[in-house]
């Protein structure tokens, strides 16, 4: 349970350092479950995502050493998880399914709760395990799933990210080989293949729409350093462009967040690459127009703090929201502090440009809540931001500090207490 106190703030300057990306590391720990070898994961970051899914990996029998910001995980004999209010509490779960199915024949997992920024079925997980021969058996609550593996051809209605992480955990331990067809292509993709083939797999195709994998025996250890988080990046540049501010961004990957890119520069930013990092500087004036896709188009996950810079932005900036059906729950509580923003379905429009007032907000979900944080930067006076669910921080290590480092002035109390996650 966290509050944030976020006083207004005249303008951010400074550098920070990106983290390693949630949306990355959450897929290379629950390969552990592929090998009795160690894997190695280099700089995690410390967020409550990871550490509930540490738990729900150690109830499945991986063993966990650190050692500082280095994790170490090997599994001898790995079984399904058993508490289901561990798995009900994150989504990503769902992904010692694949790997679990493909090392023991036998998965049983509870189905992740529906979540708050829509409905989130699994059917494509489902449908890809089936193609690789798996018998797949729902029960109120939870799915069970047992077969030995063959190779399969998996075509996705959607380019679903889990849906292809899933898969490809499963298939690396496959008899034979697995096409997947309209692929997710997110860099988390790239890395994953890349991390599993190091682990000895045969994948080719990572980041096209279509994935190729020639099943192994059995899959060895390795050492690995994940891809930094471009939807930390993008938070942070998103909020040095509502303060006119000029922040350096070290570590960054410019060649993962090109529509994001594109679309500040539109607002009037400047943005610079160089061997120091990605420099933001300049005022952001002009209203945007943002549809979100699947990647490479813009990020469902930069909507809402893209949304918040949009805040500043004279004149109506346009939000469509392809992915996920209820993503705009942000938008209420912007107006709380005095936005104009209205709600057609799908569609935000925001006539942004006029001054915000400091009240007490809360943090609806992960970006919506980053997002929240921002708006307080640029409201007069001060937000109390509350987060009883701790929503921020399953994504995002100490955004707060990183913000302050800026020139922010964001508190926050931690009142220790159950958390309950989307
Ligand atoms: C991942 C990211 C999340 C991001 C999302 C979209 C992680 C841990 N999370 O979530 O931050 O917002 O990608 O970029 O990496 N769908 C189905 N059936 C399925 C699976 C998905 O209909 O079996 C739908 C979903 O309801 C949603 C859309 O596909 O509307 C996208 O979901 P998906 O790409 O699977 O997102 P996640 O992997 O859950």
Redesign the pocket.
């Given at each position: 349970m966290a509050t944030y106190r976020i006083r207004h703030c005249e303008q951010l300057s400074g550098e920070v350092s990106i983290h390693t990306a949630?949306?990355?590391v959450?897929?290379l720990l629950c390969a552990a479950l592929l090998t009795r070898e160690p894997i190695t994961i280099e700089r995690v970051p410390m967020l409550t995502?990871v550490e509930t899914l540490l738990e729900i990996l150690s109830e499945c029998g991986v063993n966990i050493s650190r050692n500082g910001d280095e994790l170490t995980l090997w599994s001898d004999e790995p079984q399904s998880p058993t508490s289901e209010n561990l798995l009900a509490r994150m989504?990503?779960s769902?992904?010692v399914m694949g790997p679990l199915l493909a090392r023991t024949g036998y998965a049983r997992v509870a189905l992740p709760g529906g979540?708050a920024?829509?409905?989130?079925?699994?059917?494509?997980?489902?449908?890809g395990m089936q193609a690789l021969g798996a018998e797949v058996h729902l029960t109120p609550g939870s799915v069970t799933l047992q077969g030995t593996l063959h190779g399969g051809n998996v075509y996705l209605?959607?380019?679903?990210?889990?849906?292809?992480?899933n898969i490809l955990l499963a298939a690396v331990l496959a008899k034979g080989s697995t096409r997947i067809e309209n692929a997710?292509k997110?860099p988390?993709i790239i890395d994953l293949c890349a991390f599993l083939n190091d682990m000895g797999a045969k994948i080719s195709g990572g980041g096209t729409g279509t994935i190729f994998v020639e099943g192994r025996e059995s899959l060895h250890g390795c050492t690995y350093r994940p891809i930094p988080d471009r939807?930390e990046a993008g938070t942070i540049l998103c909020a040095s462009a509502m303060t006119e501010g000029s922040v350096l961004l070290r570590g960054a990957r410019p060649d993962h967040m090109r529509a994001l890119l594109f679309k500040l520069g539109e607002t009037g930013v400047t943005l610079r690459e160089s061997p120091a990092g990605l420099r933001l500087t300049g005022r952001a004036s002009q209203p945007i127009q943002v549809r979100t896709l699947?990647?490479p188009g813009f990020?469902?996950?930069m909507q809402a703090p893209m949304m918040a810079l949009s805040l500043c932005l004279r004149g109506t900036s346009v939000f469509l929201e392809t992915?996920?059906?209820n993503r705009f729950m942000h938008a209420r509580e912007m107006v709380r502090l005095g936005a104009n923003i209205r709600i057609e379905d799908r569609i935000a429009l925001v006539n942004g440009g006029h001054a915000l007032a400091g009240t007490t907000v809360s943090s609806t979900d992960?970006?919506g809540g980053a997002a929240m944080m921002l708006s307080g930067l640029v409201a007069e006076g001060e937000t109390v931001l509350l987060d009883p669910a701790g929503h921020i921080a399953r994504?995002y290590e100490n955004l707060p500090g990183m913000l302050r480092s800026l020139g922010a002035d964001v508190t926050v109390e931690e009142i220790p207490g159950e958390e309950i996650h989307g």
């Open positions: 949630k949306n990355a959450l897929p995502d989504r990503a769902v992904l979540c920024i829509g409905q989130r079925p699994i059917d494509l997980h489902l449908k209605d959607f380019p679903s990210v889990g849906a292809t992480e997710a997110e988390e939807i699947a990647y990020p469902t996950d992915i996920f059906e992960l970006r994504g």
